[in-house]
Nanobody
Framework: QVQLVESGGGLVQAGGSLRLSCAAS????????MGWFRQAPGKEREFVAA????????YYADSVKGRFTISRDNAKNTVYLQMSSLKSEDTAAYYC????????????????????WGQGTQVTVSS
């Protein structure tokens, strides 16, 4: 059974940085595309970033491009989201997600392509 556990959220001032981690277990981590999504109160869950199984391909939402960096360490079964120059509009619960199929990267920005989700970690940016 696949488990994803996020950590690293918290309260930070605007302009600050945070690094989120997502530890995966239950299958061969290095075979699957991973993604980060976020959901603010009253809004739909939206795509933030994705990374393919090897780490060689990354995708970002326009709203975070240049400020956030997704990476992975397959030896540690962990995917990261380094967030810099944080803004109040980045305040949300951040969720880690994993694809069902191995070696699949089609439509990386679409929530429906991810089948496994973590419980989320809250990021609050104060202005």
């Amino acid at each position: 059974q696949v488990q994803l556990v996020e950590s690293g959220g918290g309260l930070v001032q605007a302009g600050g940085s945070l690094r989120l981690s997502c530890a995966a277990s239950g299958r061969t981590f290095s075979s699957y595309t991973m993604g980060w999504f976020r959901q603010a109160p009253g809004k739909e869950r939206e795509f933030v970033a994705a990374i393919n199984w090897s780490g060689g391909l990354t995708y970002y939402a326009d709203s975070v491009k240049g400020r956030f960096t997704i990476s992975r360490d397959n030896a540690k079964n962990t995917v990261y989201l380094q967030m810099s120059s944080l803004k109040s509009e980045d305040t949300a619960a951040y969720y880690c997600a994993s694809r069902r199929e191995q070696y699949s990267i089609s439509s990386p920005r679409e929530r429906r392509m991810y089948d496994y989700w973590g419980q989320g970690t809250q990021v609050t940016v104060s202005s």
